[in-house]
């Protein structure tokens, strides 16, 4: 679900001519019915869904419908019944439903919830886990027959150079590429802070990181959005005057690009730390090591069924400077073996990503 201001800025985006957008959304203008029954539900606590109605018309035809991101079906952004309610209108209607390359819950802490989002889950035609972490908690809970572990399609994206001389000039040798969202703020336990306070917790890191490597420093955007409080490149450039001279080394910031030339920029770096999950997702596909500032348990499951381990993988409500310092030290100093880790296993985990388009066709022949 997003605006219809965001979808319009997708579809002029788009590169496949193939792929149309249209907005399924919550928003509606001032005293339309979308307006009204979002003033209920906010006043009342009533869940009237009313922006599955942008569906129809939209619909027919699909041979299936695949939910996509990463962790809406989680509690990261509240209870997820806008999506529940989308995946049972299209179910009244013939179409198979499909949580796509994904991470799931966990639900524990609202025990009043997890009741209906398990239920939920067993009626969709399939759901493709992302994680190791994700399949077992399902599987704990009872939901295993319409799993199927694969892998984030992000894997198998291809880089891509970026056109412009100028962005290519950014990429030095020996750089630490850093992606620090405004998004983590919801997460990290800053106090009242709030987005400044976290703002002033990660140029706290960055400049330990320049103090102890020595090495240069590019501020890497991976999710732009119409709002401030949202926006990558908006949050680093603030970052980045927050930071000013203090890191003691050159850093530069990354201009918004597509995310084949950010992946091709981010597979440059000597080592990586990115708090955006596709943003470490093209860093560890690219074989560079990488830090996870981890706020859900999709950075933990990827973590630790590519390397066994969390070391690599730390919770954005604890990391102190120092530790974001010592991290990336050690991801420089034991750069060779930890690439060649990685070399080792990621193609073991495209080969799972590439397995998604082969169930998934299976499961429609056999529906």
Known sequence: MASPITVAEQEAGELDPRVTNFAVSHVGARLSRKWWLAQVNKRLGTRFQDHVRDLSGNYQGAGAALQLGGDNYSLDYGRPWGYMAIDRYLKKRGVPVFLWGASVGPFDSDPSFAPAIHAHLKTLDGIFVRETETQNYLERHGISENVHRV?????????????????????????????????????????????????????????????????????????????????????????????????????????????????????????????????????????????????????????????????????????????????????????????????????????LARSAGRILAETLAAH
């Open 151 to 351: 892998a984030d399609p992000a894997f198998v994206m291809k880089p891509s150079p970026p056109n412009d001389p100028e962005v290519r000039a950014l990429v030095t040798d020996e750089m630490i590429g850093i992606n620090i969202s405004p998004l983590v703020a919801r997460f990290a336990d800053s106090g009242e802070g709030g987005i400044d306070a976290w703002r002033g917790r990660a140029a706290e890191m960055v400049i330990a990181a320049g103090l102890k490597t020595g090495r240069p420093i590019l501020l890497i955007p991976h999710v732009g959005a119409p709002k401030p409080d949202e926006d990558d490149f908006h949050f680093l450039e603030s970052l980045r005057q927050t930071i000013g001279n203090r890191a003691g080394v050159p850093i530069g910031i990354l201009p918004p690009l597509g995310a084949a030339a950010l992946k091709w920029v981010i597979g440059r770096c000597a080592v990586f730390a990115g708090a955006r999950t596709h943003s470490t997702i093209a860093a560890l596909s690219s074989h560079v090591p990488t830090l996870s500032m981890s706020y859900s348990i999709k950075a933990v499951g990827i973590n630790e069924d590519i390397f066994g381990h969390q070391e690599f993988c730390r919770s954005v409500k604890t990391l102190t400077k120092d530790e974001f310092a010592d991290i990336i030290g050690r991801l420089i100093d034991e750069g060779p073996a930890i690439r060649a880790d990685l070399e080792r296993r990621i193609p073991e985990i495209q080969t």
